[in-house]
């Protein structure tokens, strides 16, 4: 059983950049991949990133390549979401979730946080 907490979220203007944060309870963190999910008012859920349990290999959506960055640190139970030259379209609730193994898909993943908001205002 993994619980997922994000923080970090908040209200900046376009160009400008977020961390956005999602710590971990539990022992086994280090055994799941991580993933970062977002979903806009009124569209679906969308794939923004993954990284797998090490560390040492990242994906990303089209949509943020470039732009954003996964990292985790273990020791401290805690993976990151760095979102730079945030643009008025990356307006969403920003979700973590865990798995056994990256996958670019939300049903491949058990585990979810509650969600934190981000606005980028034009």
């Known amino acids: 059983q993994v619980q997922l907490v994000e923080s970090g979220g908040g209200l900046v203007q376009a160009g400008g950049s977020l961390r956005l944060s999602c710590a971990a309870s539990g022992r086994t963190f280090s055994s799941y991949a991580m993933g970062w999910f977002r979903q806009a008012s009124g569209k679906e859920r969308e794939f923004v990133g993954a990284?797998?349990?090490?560390?040492?290999?990242?994906v990303y959506g089209d949509s943020v390549k470039g732009r954003f960055t996964i990292s985790r640190d273990n020791a401290k139970n805690t993976v990151y979401l760095q979102m730079n030259s945030l643009k008025p379209e990356d307006t969403a609730a920003y979700y973590c979730?865990?798995?056994?193994?990256?996958?670019?898909?939300?049903?491949?993943?058990?585990?979810w946080g509650q969600g934190t908001q981000v606005t980028v205002s034009s």
């Open positions: 990284i797998n349990w090490s560390g040492d290999t990242t």
């Open positions: 979730a865990a798995a056994g193994r990256m996958g670019w898909g939300g049903h491949e993943y058990n585990y």
